[in-house]
């Protein structure tokens, strides 16, 4: 148990809607990162919170928000959902702000799946 | 543009014996490696790192190596053991750079046979 959780576990919803995807950092990490798994793209980096603030971006759509709470926990909003937006989302977490090195340790991943 | 890749999709070795996995990256700024493995239904799990500052780490039964010049890392699994048997994924960071996103190989399927 890396100490990172993400809810829901399972998720079956339709093209169009709109979901919201949850994680709970580790105890004490400041930095949030959520990641993208499709069977054609493999783990791609989405984007990085530090303390509530935005840090990095990856190739996140424009239809993909997320934002990171005082309480430190993180969503991730999809909308206008297509079916190829079916993938495996993580969040992963880490102490600080990533200007050194440092190891993210993952949560157990939403699967999403866009009928 | 794969800035890290794993060219072996797969690999079968037996109970006892060494598995090796291999990882090449061609970014230079990357100077953090890391290994996950990952089992099905389940978030990467992280196994080992090593900073650009080395060429090799060791914890318990996994190696890393490091070789800078060649921009290639590998991870030796000593003796491997039916456990073992999972996707491992080399990722690598360049924290001082773009912050702290891990770029992932696509990973190696590890099969351990009692």
């Known amino acids: 148990d890396s100490g990172v959780t993400q809810t829901p576990k399972h998720l079956i919803t339709a093209t169009g809607q709109r979901v919201t995807l949850r994680c709970s950092p580790r105890?004490?990490?400041?930095?949030v990162y959520w990641y993208q798994q499709s069977l054609d793209q493999g783990l791609q980096f989405l984007i990085q919170y530090y303390n509530g603030e935005e840090r990095a971006k990856g190739n996140i759509l424009e239809r993909f928000s997320a934002q990171q709470f005082p309480d430190l926990h993180s969503e991730l909003n999809l909308s206008s959902l297509e079916l190829g937006d079916s993938a495996l989302y993580f969040c992963?977490?880490?102490?600080?702000?990533?200007?050194?090195?440092?190891?993210?340790?993952f949560g157990p991943g939403t699967r999403l799946l866009v009928l | 543009d794969q800035q890290v890749k794993q060219n072996s999709p797969s690999l079968s070795v037996q109970e006892g014996r060494i598995s090796i996995l291999n990882c090449d990256y061609t970014?230079?700024?990357?100077?953090?490696f890391l290994w996950y493995k990952k089992y099905p239904a389940e978030g990467p799990t992280f196994l080992i790192s090593i900073s650009s500052i080395k060429d090799k780490n060791e914890d318990g039964r996994f190696t890393v190596f490091l070789n800078k010049s060649a921009k290639h890392l590998s991870l030796h699994i000593v003796p491997s053991q039916p456990g073992d048997s999972a996707v491992y994924f080399c990722?690598?960071?360049?924290?001082?750079?773009?912050?702290?996103?891990?770029?992932f190989g696509g990973g190696t399927r590890v099969l351990v046979k009692p």
């Open positions: 970014n230079s700024m990357f100077d953090y």
């Open positions: 992963a977490s880490s102490v600080a702000s990533g200007t050194y090195q440092e190891t993210q340790y």
């Open positions: 990722a690598a960071a360049a924290p001082r750079a773009a912050g702290n996103k891990l770029t």
């Open positions: 105890s004490g990490d400041l930095s």
